[in-house]
């Protein structure tokens, strides 16, 4: 199983980035997948999951602001990121858990990309 994230960079404040995650050796149908960062100096945090039938889960701080998808058919799933804020900086990881609907369990993800760097200025 691999994960691969791409799509980061460097934005001003109130920008917009998207993240796109390609997993190889899986199915997203089978699968809860997520999106982590770990900013610095600050654990890895989850930010949104999404499930199988697109049910969605976000952390308060990007409520509103960030929003999860997937598109079965390219097997791909994305971050969108909008308003984007200083404290947003980090690594931006993709994660899948298998089974049940995982949501913002980190500890239920057992498969991990290798993250993108998005830096908010």
């Known amino acids: 199983v691999q994960l691969v994230e791409s799509g980061g960079g460097s934005v001003q404040t109130g920008g917009s980035l998207r993240l796109s995650c390609a997993p190889s050796?899986?199915?997203?149908?089978?699968?809860?997948m997520a999106w982590f960062r770990q900013s610095p100096g600050k654990e890895r945090e989850a930010v949104a999951a999404?499930?199988?039938?697109?049910?969605?889960a976000y952390t308060d701080s990007v409520k509103g602001r960030f929003t999860i998808s997937q598109d079965k058919s390219k097997k791909t799933v994305y971050l969108q990121m909008t308003k984007l804020e200083v404290e947003d900086t980090g690594i931006y990881y993709c994660?899948?858990?298998?089974?049940?609907?995982?949501?913002?369990?980190?500890?239920?993800?057992?498969?991990w990309g290798q993250g993108t760097q998005v830096t908010v200025s």
């Open positions: 994660a899948a858990a298998p089974g049940a609907w995982a949501e913002l369990n980190q500890p239920k993800y057992t498969y």
């Open positions: 050796g899986l199915s997203v149908s089978d699968f809860s």
């Open positions: 999404i499930r199988r039938d697109d049910l969605t």
